[in-house]
């Protein structure tokens, strides 16, 4: 018996997000992502949007009054951390820090933010 849907992780981070279809075109355009479920409110804000990176599905939701944006801290690895970050620069994240390998880390890891605050961590196992 399924207990969850095919090709699903067991657990999701869930996002509150002022821009919720922002953030999603953003992840398609830095991570390749694939958008699989979007429903949609009455105005047309996004009460649940469901997002996979590689084998990951983030799940997303316009803020409200009840539920606030909150920023969260996220790591991601990627094939080429250079090219992935290089695409967060050229779609208008901030900058934090330049994918290097520091001594010891087996992972070439760089850092920015998004348009929303929130920290995102990329790196790839050398």
Not at 63 to 77: I, K, Q, R, S, W
Not at 83 to 89: E, G, M, S, V
Not at 92 to 121: H, I, M, V
Request: with cysteine; net charge negative; aromatic share 10%.
């Amino acid at each position: 018996m399924a207990f969850k849907p095919t090709n699903y992780n067991s657990l999701s981070p869930y996002i509150m997000v002022d821009g919720a279809q922002q953030f999603s075109d953003l992840l398609k355009a830095v991570f390749d992502a694939t958008e699989l479920r979007k429903f949609e409110r009455e105005d047309g804000s996004i009460m649940h949007l469901e997002i996979r990176i590689d084998d990951t599905v983030i799940m997303v939701s316009d803020a409200t009054d009840d539920y606030p944006a909150e920023t969260v801290m996220l790591h991601v690895y990627v094939p080429d951390v250079m090219a992935t970050y290089q695409k967060a620069l050229d779609n208008d994240c901030q900058a934090l820090e330049a994918p290097t390998n520091k001594n010891g880390d087996p992972d070439k890891r760089g850092a920015f933010l998004d348009f929303a605050g929130n920290y995102w961590s990329v790196s790839t196992q050398m």
